[in-house]
C-alpha cells in the first residue's frame, strides 16, 4: 500500500502541475469519445494501452468484461451504459477481452467457482461463448490454451450483442452514431486483435484500423 500511497504524493507533486490546465477544465464537466467495457484484471490499464488522456474515455470494469443484457432489473453495468450512452453522448464502444483471463477459466470450468457463488452466477452471462466454442471445436480437440484463447474471444463477440439489447445503445447503432468494436488485448505481446463482423474472426489492429492509422500517420 505504500507505493500507492507515495504514488499519490508523486502525481500531485510532479504530476498534476503539468496538467493544471487541463484537470480545470474537466473539473467542470467531461466529453469522452468512448465507453471502454473491459475486465478488472490488474494487469489492464486502458488509458495506458490506448495512450490516451484523462477524460477522454469512460471506463466500465467487471470480472470478464461482461455486459449483462438488458432487463427491467437495474444493475451498475445497465446503468454506466445507459449514462454512457445518452447522457455523454459517446460515440464508440469497446469491449476488450485479454490473454490468461481468470473469468474467462471460471466460465469453461464452472465447477470449480462453488466457493464463490457470485462469481458464478456473474460468469452465467458468458455461459453462450463456452457453449459456442463447444459446439464448433469439441473442447477435447483443444489445448487448454486454445480453448481459453476461443472462449475469450467469443465471450468479446457475446458482450457485443448483450449491447445490442439496450436501448439506449440500439438506438444509437440504429442511426448511426454509436459504433461497436470487440478487441482482445495479450499481455505479453501487447498485441491487440479486432473483430471483424464481415469475416467473422479477429484479426490485426492494423488491418481492421487501416483507414484510421493511415489517417492518423498523415
Known amino acids: 500500500m505504500e507505493h500507492v500511497i507515495s504514488g499519490v504524493a508523486k502525481f500531485q507533486k510532479e504530476v498534476y502541475p503539468g496538467k493544471k490546465a487541463a484537470f480545470k477544465k474537466l473539473a467542470n464537466g467531461q466529453n469522452p469519445e468512448v465507453l471502454f467495457i473491459t475486465c478488472a484484471d490488474s494487469r489492464i490499464d486502458p488509458n495506458l494501452v490506448t495512450q490516451t488522456e484523462p477524460g477522454d474515455l469512460f471506463i466500465c470494469r467487471n470480472a470478464g468484461n461482461v455486459v449483462p443484457p438488458h432487463s427491467n432489473q437495474t444493475g451498475g453495468m445497465t446503468a454506466s451504459i445507459e449514462f454512457a450512452v445518452a447522457a455523454l453522448g459517446v460515440s464508440h464502444i469497446v ?19 462453488t466457493s464463490l457463488p457470485h462469481v458464478k452466477e456473474w460468469l452465467g452471462h458468458c455461459r453462450v461463448a463456452t457453449e459456442v466454442v463447444k459446439e464448433r ?82
Open 95 to 113: 469491449v476488450c477481452g485479454h490473454s490468461d483471463c481468470g473469468a474467462m477459466k471460471g466460465a469453461i470450468n464452472t465447477e470449480a467457482l
Open 137 to 218: 471445436c469439441g473442447c477435447s480437440e483443444l489445448s487448454a490454451e486454445e480453448h481459453l484463447l476461443m472462449v475469450t474471444e467469443e465471450n468479446v463477440v457475446q458482450q457485443l450483442q448483450h449491447l445490442r439489447t439496450h436501448p439506449a445503445v440500439a438506438a444509437k447503432i440504429a442511426t448511426g452514431q454509436v459504433k461497436l468494436h470487440g478487441w482482445f488485448y495479450n499481455i505479453e505481446t501487447a498485441a491487440v486483435t479486432c473483430y471483424d463482423e464481415a469475416l467473422g474472426k479477429f484479426a490485426p489492429m492494423s488491418q481492421t484500423y487501416a483507414k484510421e492509422l493511415k489517417a492518423h500517420n498523415q
